[in-house]
């Protein structure tokens, strides 16, 4: 009765907590129910969790005021053994193994890291371990931190190569209005290429979390592009989970459908890689219509090259920018160094600058 083999499900920290700051344990019991028949089911479940720091935050009372990213390093360094503990509990009652996956932003600027992190989540689902991811707010510093569990759920979604994506907040998905206007309704579909949301959708953030629903849309349609069906939908309601997968018409959510298009697994890497450019690589107006040309696939050449900013090694990301306009045309590998690049600007007869095969175009 499942259509996805493979899911990612991210919870956020909204639906995980009482008003009170504390662990909903009721709550999380009865995602771990849910789970648990998914995972019976054949299912592969990789579970994005928030909710340490908020877990850690009603457990320990500091005895001074603290900066923003001393009290985060403090509240989920004892949150997140309160909530794998409690997970750890609940599924091996199931049944079930699971494990704890702490990770940063970094692990996806390397290619190294991004493929060591995917092999260990894929020996885990291969022994019907159910991997429990969370950000390691211990050891991130705020320049490299997650926008918040949305980005990482998304990073995840694409590095395993999943069917579908579910995201569960504390609303019912993405509204055509404010959510408090009793006028509003929530949009049930949202197409490939479909832009402009921002009309639609509120600023206002989680009290728990990092993240809004712009976030969640900007992920969610940037995940769907590559082929991954994403679900926004509320967590609090009772059988989310299994009534998104077996009851689709009649639960609501707001969908955004999976494009067709065929992206590899470096693509996909590279399309989320632009927090973690080393350079800049200006191109002039006939590349930059080269590159965008869909009809066609282009690689950036030497000749079409006007100026690099940064310094970076073969191998590294760099965004490609159009030289007229200043405006972000992608992100790509490039196969020199920063100053061999720079001694070929402007020349013809040398290899790709960026091979197509190793380019994502926004």
């Not at 009721?26 to 771990?32: H, N």
């Not at 190569?161 to 929530?186: R, T, W």
């Not at 600023?203 to 069906?229: N, P």
Request: aromatic residues 6%; hydrophobic residues 40%.
């Amino acid at each position: 009765m499942i259509k996805y083999k493979r899911i990612a499900v991210k919870i956020g920290s909204n639906v995980l907590t009482r008003p009170d700051g504390r662990l909903d344990v009721t709550r999380v019991s009865a995602i771990v129910d849910q789970i648990t028949v998914l995972h019976k089911a054949g299912a592969e479940i990789i579970l994005i969790s928030s909710g340490a720091v908020a877990s850690g935050r009603s457990e320990v009372k500091p005895h001074k005021k603290l900066d923003a990213v001393s009290a985060r390093q403090l509240f989920s360094a004892v949150g997140q053994a309160k909530l794998i503990n409690r997970y750890y509990e609940l599924f091996r009652e199931q049944g079930i193994a699971c494990g704890q996956i702490l990770t940063t932003k970094e692990n996806f600027g390397s290619r190294s890291l991004y493929l060591n992190q995917k092999n260990c989540i894929s020996v885990m689902l291969e022994n019907k371990v159910i991997p429990i991811v969370n950000e390691n707010d211990t050891t991130s510093i705020t320049e490299l931190m997650f926008t918040d569990n949305d980005e990482l759920s998304g990073l995840m979604a694409t590095m395993m190569d999943v069917d579908a994506l579910i995201i569960l907040s504390n609303v019912d998905g993405i509204y055509n209005g404010n959510p408090s206007d009793p006028s509003s309704h929530v949009i049930r579909q949202i197409l490939p290429g479909q832009q402009d949301m921002d009309d639609f959708i509120s600023d206002q953030k989680s009290t728990l979390g990092r993240g809004g629903m712009h976030t969640k849309c900007a992920i969610a349609q940037k995940v769907a592009a590559e082929g991954i069906a994403v679900m926004i939908a509320n967590g609090k309601k009772e059988n989310i989970l299994l009534n998104l997968l077996q009851k689709p018409e009649t639960t609501v959510c707001t969908l955004f459908v999976p494009s067709e298009k065929e992206i590899s697994s470096v693509k996909k890497w590279i399309a989320h890689s632009e927090d973690f450019a080393k350079g800049v690589v200006y191109v002039n107006a006939g590349a930059a219509e080269a590159l965008l040309d869909e009809s066609k696939a282009s690689s950036l050449l030497p000749v079409g090259v006007s100026r690099i900013e940064g310094e970076f090694e073969e191998g590294d990301i760099v965004k490609i920018i159009a030289e007229e306009d200043e405006r972000i045309i992608g992100v790509g590998r490039v196969q020199y160094d920063s100053d061999t690049a720079r001694q070929f600007i402007g020349k013809k007869g040398h290899k790709p600058f960026i091979h197509y095969d190793y380019m994502s175009l926004d």
